[in-house]
Every structure is written in structure tokens, then in C-alpha cells.
């Protein structure tokens, strides 16, 4: 079997728009061949929303959805048409987006959008852990290599295993739904609350607690 290196990945997702996952399987399916590896992502129905990559999408929805009245997302998802933006299928698409945001908590759409410093705070860690576990530093930056895809897959939306089915990423169900929609999807950003976050809360001492319980304390 001929061995798909990461260029290979790279230029068949560049090139159709499917997801790594996708183009790696492709590539591997087809031996290697790009040209026979693109026509297999297209039969898929894979390749064909990745064709409109060039298009703008400025249509779409906000959806929201709150959970248990303590956990409320809302997501913008775009298309290209208001006739897709009032589908069904998009609709329930974006939903879908706001209902994983709500269970997987990402705090970026994409990877891009991560800055610099954050992402060199990321790696000083893991370098520190790296030191911490002895492992040798000739080895570092390609150990370093996969804990970063890593990080990607936890903070990064598109990244993450989709709760549905972790079988695929959150951008590849995109890319699959968006091919059966027929128009360029993409998801521009989102907001997630959950009640009582980022305040600090009060700790009454223990004889305090007791003495509110049994109404005998002061207010």
C-alpha cells in the first residue's frame, strides 16, 4: 500500500474541500492516485460541496438551544440562498451545530481563529510536560506535533468529534450535509452561556449554612 504522507492529505483537501479524515481515506482507498482519489470523494458525494468553496455565503440562520434551562447556545450558520436558509435540512443542520456547542463546549469555530500567544501558551505546556515525563527532546517537536491536533480536536468546533456519531468531525458532517443541501455551508460563530458562569460564588461557613436552614439565621 502506498504511504499517504500529510502534503498528500493536504493538497486533496485544499484541492475538493473534503475533510482530512475524508482525503486520507480517499488517498488510501485509491492507492495514492490524487486524480482517482478525487473522483472517489466526489462519488461519495463528499468532494461536491468542497467545489463551491469559492462562493459566498452570506444567507442563513441563527438557531439556539438551551438545555435544562442552565445551558444556552446560539450559532450562526451561513448558506448562499435564503430559499436554502428556510430548508428543512439546513435548519435542522444548524440546530444540530448549537445542540453539540451546548454538549462539547469548543471555544473556537476553527483553528484560525485560535491567537498566537494562546497557542504558544499551549505548547509551553506540553514541552513542560514533556520535560516533566523525561522523554527525549530530540523528539519533542514531533511528539509536540500530535498533542497540538490534539488541542485543535478539543477547543476548536470544526475539530471535534461530532456527539452524534464520533466516527466523523463536526466540519466532515458539515461537508456531508452540505453536499445533500447543494450549497456552500459554513459555520461564522457562536455564543454559549451557561448559568451562574465566571461568577465567583459566596461560601457561607458551615454553622452559618445551618443556621439558614433552620431559620434561625440572620439574612
Known amino acids: 500500500m502506498a504511504e499517504i504522507s500529510a502534503t498528500m492529505v493536504k493538497d486533496l483537501r485544499e484541492k475538493t474541500g473534503a475533510g482530512m479524515m475524508d482525503c486520507k481515506k480517499a488517498l488510501s482507498e485509491t492507492g495514492g492516485d490524487f486524480v482517482k482519489a478525487e473522483e472517489w470523494l466526489r462519488k461519495k458525494g463528499i468532494a461536491k460541496a468542497g467545489s463551491k468553496e469559492g462562493r459566498v455565503a452570506a ?3 441563527i438557531a439556539t438551544y438551551v438545555h435544562g434551562g442552565r445551558i444556552g447556545v446560539m450559532v450562526e450558520v451561513n448558506c448562499e440562498t435564503d430559499f436554502v436558509a428556510r430548508n428543512e435540512d439546513f435548519q435542522a443542520l444548524a440546530k444540530d451545530i448549537a445542540m453539540h456547542v ?3 463546549s469548543p471555544q473556537y469555530v476553527r483553528r484560525e481563529e485560535i491567537p498566537a500567544d494562546v497557542l504558544e501558551k499551549e505548547k509551553e505546556i506540553q514541552r513542560a510536560q514533556l520535560k516533566e515525563q523525561k522523554k527525549p527532546e530530540a523528539m519533542w517537536d514531533k511528539i509536540l506535533v500530535g498533542k497540538i ?7 476548536c468546533l470544526v475539530d471535534q468529534l461530532w456527539v452524534k456519531d464520533d466516527k466523523k468531525k ?5 461537508t456531508e450535509r452540505a453536499a445533500k443541501i447543494g450549497e456552500k455551508v459554513s459555520i461564522r460563530r457562536f455564543a454559549r452561556f451557561m448559568v451562574g458562569e465566571g461568577i465567583e460564588k459566596k461560601k457561607d461557613d458551615l454553622a452559618a449554612e445551618v443556621a439558614k436552614t433552620l431559620g434561625t439565621g440572620k439574612a
Open 59 to 61: 444567507e442563513g440562520i
Open 102 to 104: 451546548a454538549a462539547a
Open 149 to 155: 491536533e490534539k488541542y485543535y480536536e478539543t477547543v
Open 170 to 174: 463536526v466540519g466532515e458532517m458539515v
